[in-house]
């Protein structure tokens, strides 16, 4: 059934019934009968829709029929500790709203009480029994609305004692002295240190703080998705944006221009790197805060890699010289790549040295430096000194220019290893970007070492995964992708899928992994590079050589039982 809706039939023979109590007359039956067999739906929401009976009327009927309690939802049914209990996710996704908590039984309103499954998760989020009663979906749906979506709630939520400024303190505040004063208070200086924790402590990599007509959404991108978690008063605009800039060493009193802004901050012993822009939009000043935490690099190992693809990884990035790229779409993991290859092949034998944009991790025995536009340090400018420095092994953030490009490779001839990214969907794609870029042939083919391609799947949840039958459109899919490697049928096809629980937020997902396509270029592939070999061609070179290309790589983690079907799609779509 739909999970947003009330099904009216789970009383049985209800028509008849409600002729019979007198709810309605046979003729007022007949008439939606009709309806229902021309256009079909749910009897119960035919009847309500021609004015036959009210939703309440309805619902109090069903309930009587099942003995089951019918609650008008208002302020004093709904208990603050009963809703701190469930997520905002979950009660949205089965349309319930907590009511009250009295001792180990948890008592939730729902528009459809016998909806089993429902209450299983519930369950099993809650870790308490539960009991359901009826209520109509107009109440649950304000319930919802009032105690998750309000700026008490949405406040009290991210686990600090936060109250809401007076609106007489706003209307002072034009001046940058009085937006300065209103911004160090302690309450807005705490609202805004607990929407980054609560960012923190839920792993986002991004928060966007974005005024609506009538209030402010803030949404985390959490596994790469946005998912919307706090809601606060419109009137918390102003300061919350003021505080951010102070943070971030911009000007307060500019809100007609966008502004960049970086802070270094410490949660729970961490160090985390802020990353601010603002964007004057239609109903205020958008904030979106970039956090870069200083946790641990990752391994080879936790990256996704197959057992052949790492041997072939590591056999391209122990070589003395030569360039290796990594190539992917903004947000699919080229980075967290390239800190684990220098992690690797850090040593005291090895002067590596990076340039950066920004620098997004620390690396022990490595010289990191940042791109500062505004002293004119780009990657080009860099690149030239890091050659002054005699180094082994460098790092170039991202190719994006000709300069860039020509010093990188040219560095990778005399005797340095490179190592770099680029935007192109495949991994034979960074051939042609090169030559885009005004890189002659020879010299492409003479530096290349490696490509890689990659994409990042959200994971199913460990705690919730469970194995489901593929659907035919399903099967199909996974038989056109797999390759010829992989010999499918439907009988001998399984998958998996998160059911949702509190670890994964009712998700399913948690956490992320890469999938790859790794060129390793031979002789000749090489060769052909400086015949100038069509894109088509060398993508048929390399299929030949047996590598599996991005929807092979994840057609094996969806078997596998690492990702979903839906997952892969929504990331490779445009391959």
Known sequence: MDEGSVSYQILEDLPVALVGAGFISADQLAVAQVTQKSMGGDIGHILIKKGFVTEAQLLQFIADNLKIEFVTLTDKHIEQDAIKLVPLILTQ????????????????????????????????????????????????????????????????????????????????????EKLEELASGTKIVNIVNGVIAKAYREHASDIHIEPMIDRIRVRYRIDGLLEE???????????????????????????????????????????????????????????????????????????????????????IIVRPHGIFLVTGPTGSGKTTTLYAALQRINSQEKNIISIEDPIENEIAGVSQAQVNLKAGLTFASALRSIL?????????????????????????????????????????????????????PFLISSAILGVLSQRLVRKICKECRAEVEATDAQAEYLKKYAGSGLKLD?????????????????????????????????????????????????????????????????????????????EVIRVTQEE
């Open 93 to 176: 996704k089965f349309h319930f709203v907590p009511v009250s908590k009295k001792g180990d039984m948890l008592q939730i309103a729902m528009g459809d009480p016998l909806y089993l499954f429902a209450l299983d998760e519930i369950r099993s989020t809650v870790k308490c029994d539960v009991e359901p009663v009826f209520a109509a979906k107009e109440d649950i749906e304000r319930a919802i609305k009032l105690h998750y979506h309000s700026p008490d709630a949405s406040v009290s939520a991210m686990d600090e004692s936060m109250e809401i400024v007076d609106q007489d303190m706003l209307d002072e505040a034009e001046s940058s």
């Open 388 to 440: 002054r420095q005699d180094p082994d092994v460098i790092m170039v953030g991202e190719i994006r220019d000709s300069e860039t490009a020509d010093i990188a490779l040219r560095s990778a001839m005399t005797g340095h290893f490179v190592f770099s990214t680029l935007h192109t969907n495949t991994a034979i794609g960074a051939v042609a970007r090169l030559a885009d870029l005004g890189l002659e």
């Open 490 to 566: 439907k009988k001998n096809i399984k998958i998996y899928r998160g059911k949702g629980c509190k670890a994964c937020r009712m998700s399913g997902y948690k956490g992320r992994v890469g999938i790859f396509e790794l060129v390793a270029f031979n002789e000749k592939l090489k060769q052909m590079i400086t015949e100038r070999a069509s894109e088509e061609d060398l993508r048929r070179e390399v299929r030949a050589m047996g590598i599996r290309d991005i929807n092979e790589e994840a057609v094996v983690k969806v078997l596998t039982g690492v990702t979903t079907i839906e």
């Open 229 to 315: 978690r706090i809601v606060l008063a419109k009137k918390m605009l102003l300061p919350i944006v003021s505080r951010l800039k102070i943070m971030g060493n911009m000007d307060i009193a500019e809100r007609r221009v966008p502004q960049d802004g970086r802070v270094n901050l410490k949660f729970l012993g961490n160090r985390i790197d802020l990353r601010l822009s603002t964007y004057p939009s239609m109903y205020g000043e958008k904030v979106v805060v970039r956090l870069l935490a200083k946790e641990g690099i990752l391994g080879l190992e936790d990256l996704g890699f197959s057992e052949e693809d790492k041997l072939r990884f590591m056999d």
